[in-house]
């Protein structure tokens, strides 16, 4: 999604139009996923705490500066070729304690 947005952005400005900026946040852990709603009208969605999570990772992205943030507990499992950074600990809101969190780079940016 990144790297799609970084090309429409590339033509945007070929065009001297508007350009945008997305952030992606990723949590992993336990959440009640399934449809709700009636027969008329239902919704996939998800709910908890881990999807929360992802959330307010996603509204930081804005503050870092980095397009994709992602919890302690799923920098953990990812294998060496997906290069992290950890990021400062903050307090994000309905959190109790700061939360350890992590940026994705890219390939180009490893470190």
């Not at 990723?26 to 908890?48: D, E, F, H, K, N």
């Amino acid at each position: 999604m990144v790297e799609l947005v970084e090309l429409f952005n590339q033509e945007q400005a070929l065009l001297d139009m508007q350009q945008i900026q997305i952030g992606v946040g990723i949590a992993s852990g336990q959440m009640i996923a399934g449809y709700t709603g009636t027969l008329r009208r239902a919704t996939y969605t998800c709910v908890g705490d881990t999807v929360n999570l992802a959330a307010r990772l996603e509204a930081h992205t804005k503050v870092v500066g980095e397009p994709i943030l992602i919890n302690e507990f799923l920098s953990e499992g990812l294998p060496d070729s997906i290069h992290i950074k950890e990021q400062e600990a903050v307090k994000l809101k309905g959190k109790a304690e700061k939360v350890r969190i992590f940026s994705v780079k890219s390939k180009e940016e490893k470190t």
